[in-house]
C-alpha cells in the first residue's frame, strides 16, 4: 500500500499496518492535531497524529535500511514489530493532551502503560495486532523501557529517534517556517553493543547533529512555546480541570477528538467551562499579564516555584482564587501557567567515535561547549505566565508581584 505524504513523499505500507491504520483508534487520531492549538498562531498546523504516526512509522523504516546499511543483522520480524510500533505510538493520545497531563498535571502522561494498554488491547486495533502476532511485543516495546534488544525501542522512543525526524519536519513544514534537517542524518544511524548510535567519524555527522539541536530549540521556541499558543493550551486545559469537579474522568476523553471534547466540555453546562470555551473557539484568549523567568529567580527559584505550582493542582487553584478575588473577577478568568523545566533529551543521543560508545553531551573528552549552549539556551525557554482578561493585565500584574513576591518580567501596555 503506498500513501502520498506531503513532507515525505511517497510511503510503503504492509497489509498488516493497512489494517491497523483502519481501525476506529488510529482513525480517532485524524481528529487529533498534532501541535495542539498553534493552528490559532500558525494558520497551516492543522496537521494530525494520524500523519505523524504514518510518517513515523516510515521513518523507523528508513532508519532500518541505513542501518542493514552499515552491516547490522535486523529480522524481517524485528522491522514489522519496530515498525507498527512507530505506527501505533501515539495512539493513546488524548485532544490537546499535553496542556492538561504535563502542563496542569490533571492525569498521567499518554505514553504510561495503563493508557497504552487500554488501546492497545480493546477493539479493533487489538484484534488487527492479534493477527500480526506481534500485539505482546509491540506493547513490550512501547511500554517497557528495559525492552531487549535496546536499539528496537530506541528507534521508537529515545532521543535521536523516528518520531523526531518525523515531527521536526512535519511541525516546520505546516507552520510555514522554511527549516530542515539533511537526509544524510539517516546514514549515520549505528548499532553498537546492542545500542541505536549516531556514528560521528565523519565530522560533518556533527555539525547535522547541532543543526537537529537547534532546529529542535527553534521550533520550541517559535511554535511549541509561543505565548498565544500557551494561554490557548491553559484555557483548555482549565476547562478540562473544572469539568474534573463536576464528574470528568480520564477514560471519558479516550474516544474524543479536538472537536468532540469542545462540545463534550460544553454539556456540562457551567458558565465557567463556557466562557472558557467561547473565548478559546473565537479567539478571545487571556492575555499575559505576569511573567517569571529564569534570569529574574535563577535555578533554584524556578525549581521552587515549579515543586510548588506545576505539581500541585491546589496550591495553583489557591493562588489564581486569590488574584482573581483581588480583581473581583471569576477564578477561571485567572490562569497561573508553570510548565516543568524542559530538558533538550536529544543532546544526549548515543554516540560513537574511536573511543566506543558515549553520549554527545557527555564524551569521554572534550567537553561539549556548542552543545551546551544549546542545553542552556533551551532551559531558559521555561516561563512562568499569569493569563487575565485584556482590561486586567496591569492590575494582575502588580497583584502578582505582591503575592509572587517577585519582580514582573513582562512589560504590561
Known amino acids: 500500500m503506498i500513501i502520498r505524504d506531503p513532507v515525505h513523499g511517497d510511503l510503503n505500507f504492509t497489509d498488516t499496518e493497512r489494517r491497523v491504520m483502519d481501525t476506529q483508534a488510529m482513525q480517532r487520531l485524524r481528529g487529533v492535531r498534532q501541535t495542539g492549538s498553534a493552528n490559532l498562531v500558525y494558520p497551516g498546523c492543522v496537521h494530525t497524529r494520524f500523519e505523524h504516526s504514518l510518517g513515523t512509522s516510515a521513518m523507523s523504516k528508513r532508519i532500518i535500511f541505513a542501518l542493514r546499511a552499515n552491516g547490522a543483522t535486523i529480522s524481517e520480524e524485528q522491522e514489522a514489530i519496530v515498525s507498527l510500533a512507530a505506527l501505533v505510538h501515539d495512539v493513546s493520545h488524548l485532544p490537546y493532551g499535553h496542556t492538561f497531563e504535563d502542563e496542569r498535571k490533571l492525569f498521567p502522561r499518554h505514553d504510561s502503560a495503563g493508557r497504552l494498554e487500554h488501546f492497545l488491547k480493546h477493539g479493533e486495533i487489538s484484534l488487527a495486532l492479534e493477527a500480526s502476532r506481534h500485539q505482546p511485543a509491540v506493547l513490550d516495546l512501547l511500554t517497557n523501557k528495559q525492552f531487549s534488544p535496546p536499539w528496537m525501542r530506541q528507534i521508537v522512543a529515545s532521543t535521536i529517534d523516528a518520531d523526531l525526524l518525523d515531527y521536526l519536519r512535519r511541525d516546520a513544514y505546516f507552520a510555514g517556517l522554511r527549516q530542515d534537517y539533511d537526509d544524510r542524518i539517516f546514514s549515520t544511524f549505528t548499532l553498537v553493543d546492542n545500542q541505536l548510535a549516531i556514528d560521528l567519524s565523519r565530522l560533518s555527522t556533527r555539525t547535522e547533529i547541532l543543526h537537529l539541536l537547534r532546529l529542535r530549540y527553534f521550533l520550541t521556541e517559535r511554535v511549541y512555546y509561543h505565548h498565544a499558543k500557551v494561554s490557548s493550551g491553559a484555557m483548555i486545559a482549565k476547562a478540562v480541570e473544572l469539568a474534573v469537579e463536576k464528574g470528568l474522568v480520564e477514560s471519558d476523553i479516550y474516544p474524543l477528538t479536538d472537536d468532540t471534547l469542545i462540545h463534550h466540555l460544553l454539556t456540562y453546562k457551567d458558565a465557567r467551562i463556557d466562557r472558557l470555551i467561547h473565548g478559546f473557539t473565537n479567539r478571545k484568549l487571556l492575555k499575559r499579564a505576569y511573567m517569571i523567568t529564569t534570569a529574574n529567580v535563577g535555578r533554584r527559584g524556578r525549581d521552587e516555584f515549579i515543586a510548588t505550582y506545576n505539581r500541585s493542582v491546589d496550591a495553583r487553584q489557591k493562588i489564581e482564587r486569590e ?78 508581584e505582591r503575592i509572587l513576591g517577585e519582580s514582573n518580567a513582562l512589560r504590561v501596555e
Open 323 to 400: 488574584i482573581a478575588d483581588a480583581v473581583t473577577l471569576s477564578p477561571d478568568q485567572i490562569i497561573l501557567y508553570c510548565p516543568d523545566i524542559s530538558s533538550i533529551k536529544e543532546a544526549s543521543v548515543n554516540i560513537y567515535t574511536p573511543k566506543g560508545l558515549s553520549q554527545l553531551n557527555a564524551p569521554p573528552d572534550n567537553p561539549p561547549f556548542d552543545v551546551k549552549v544549546v542545553e542552556d539556551q533551551y532551559e531558559r525557554l521555561w516561563k512562568l505566565y499569569v493569563f487575565a482578561p485584556e482590561g486586567y493585565k496591569e492590575r494582575v500584574g502588580k497583584i502578582c
